[in-house]
């Protein structure tokens, strides 16, 4: 729908700017992954694009993994699992571009939110099943105690996913009324 050419830098621009962090801090912004996989499936669509960004956060954790103790405890035989997490917001993104109501809000943010629940459920299910942190804690035990990040989570993926349903609204106008 929209120019790759200018999509593409500015969503990997985007992951690579926030990626330091899940929820941010009062010097850097949180995570924008979640949006940026979902926006990537809206409006760039190829599975090419998809690779790129997947390439680009394993390169950003790898190179935190070196110096940051939380991102060397998430590099596990876990890690796997955000392949199928992000498919779900790209997926996600492909249905809302090929939607026809895809620029009203309500319909956006109830795909959006569905997407980001659905991811947030498969990042941690697999975290819990394959990352070797986890051997005496049960599957009930451990939802609960992840549960209180799942506000965070959505909430930060709210927060670009409301600026990226804003800047396709726009774009939109703009390739149906051009100058």
Known sequence: MFSARYIFPALLTVLLATRWGHFGTALSLPDASLAVFLLGGLWLGHWG?????MAAAFGVDLALA???????WCLTPAYWGLVPTYAVLWLAG???AKAERAREAGLYTLVSVAAVSVAFVLSNVTFWAY?????DMGAL?????VARYYPP???SAALYLALGWIVHHLLAMR???PA
Not at 131 to 135: L, N, P, Q, R, T
């Open 153 to 155: 989570y959505l909430g």
């Open 175 to 177: 390739q149906s009324h």
């Open 94 to 96: 492909r249905w809302l």
């Open 141 to 145: 035990e451990y939802a609960f105690s």
């Open 66 to 72: 070196r110096g940051a103790t939380e991102a060397s």
């Open 131 to 135: 990352s070797g942190h986890f051997a």
């Open 49 to 53: 694009f998809f690779a790129g960004l």
